[in-house]
């Protein structure tokens, strides 16, 4: 019986053993032909993703270097522009610096509507009408300051024409420029600029003669009657068969097909495209002149 019992004894430890050694070897079979491969076919994967990566990034020091020498560049570039960079700039500061430069180019009508406002990324810029009339050389000298001054503004459309204009107390003729224009007041977002000292009045002004000036001076008669002069209106509203239109001096007058003007009448009146049209006796020279609704072209909107 002691015999038996140490025989069965032995026999349950080999068995428990194989047991446990067909456990680990399951266990390590599963490892060695299913997980690791596997994991490794994973890792060699991301390997290979690291090597493009790696490779993708050869060369990238020269480049930043070029990169950097670049902006360096960029920056002394700034620095040495004659012009004042400012981050952003309001209504109101446009107004008080387009009056300095009246101060400067001499006093001429004008009147200024902010339309709207630009811009993409860093930058951006406001815009404004500007209408109204003066002399040739103070309308010359106001943008040649405009553009040559310190600020950056740039006019973006310009409408010029010239006409006489006869006193009605005196007869005297002198030559009226109305104007229509759009400017850009542009700022940027670019800080640790050093402050230009240039001013308005270190601008050096180039005179001009004036291309309106005409070479025989016309008969025209003067406008004793105290008419309309539409060359130097502005339409303000449009419908059929009537228009009205301010003067520069701002009086309302409304108009119908056939309304008497100074030098002419009102010929048609188009509220399809909101004109008006008149036909103009010029000393002889019959001429036609066309009010539109609004005045310049708006492009921010």
């Not at 670049?70 to 981050?87: C, F, G, H, R």
């Not at 740039?154 to 005297?172: F, Y």
């Not at 105290?226 to 502005?234: F, S, T």
Request: glycine fraction near 8%.
């Amino acid at each position: 019986m002691k015999i038996r019992s140490t025989v069965s004894y032995q026999t349950r430890n080999v068995i428990t053993l194989l047991i446990f050694t067909l456990i680990i070897g399951s266990v390590g079979g599963y490892y060695m032909l299913f997980k690791y491969p596997k994991k490794i076919k994973f890792f060699e994967t991301e390997l290979k993703k690291i090597d493009q990566k790696v490779n993708a990034l050869q060369g990238i020091e020269t480049q930043f270097e070029m990169i950097q020498k670049q902006i360096e560049d960029e920056q002394a570039k700034l620095s040495e522009l004659d012009k004042q960079i400012v981050t952003d700039i309001s209504a109101a500061q446009t107004y008080t610096y387009i009056n300095q430069l009246m101060n400067y180019s001499g006093e001429f009508k004008i009147d200024m509507i902010f339309t709207g406002s630009g811009g993409n990324g860093g930058y951006g810029y406001k815009v404004f009408n500007l209408r109204g009339e003066g002399s040739f050389h103070n309308l010359f000298r106001f943008i040649w300051y405009m553009e040559h001054g310190p600020q950056i503004y740039k006019v973006k459309s310009l409408q010029l024409r010239g006409m006489e204009n006869r006193d009605p107390d005196t007869g005297k003729t002198d030559l009226v420029v109305p104007y229509e224009m759009q400017i850009w007041a542009m700022y940027a977002q670019i800080n640790d600029l050093p402050a230009i000292k240039r001013q308005l009045n270190d601008v050096h002004y180039t005179s001009v003669s004036s291309c309106f000036t005409p070479y025989v001076t016309r008969d025209i008669p003067r406008n004793v009657d105290n008419l309309l002069e539409v060359e130097r209106a502005e339409l303000k509203a449009v419908m059929p068969d009537k228009a009205f239109v301010v003067d520069q001096a701002g009086n309302v007058s409304i108009l119908e097909p056939g309304s008497k003007v100074y030098l002419g009448y009102v010929t048609r009146i188009d509220p399809i495209k909101n004109q008006v049209e008149f036909t103009l006796n010029k000393g002889g020279i019959v001429e036609k002149f066309v009010l539109e609704l609004g005045f310049g072209n708006d492009e921010s909107k």
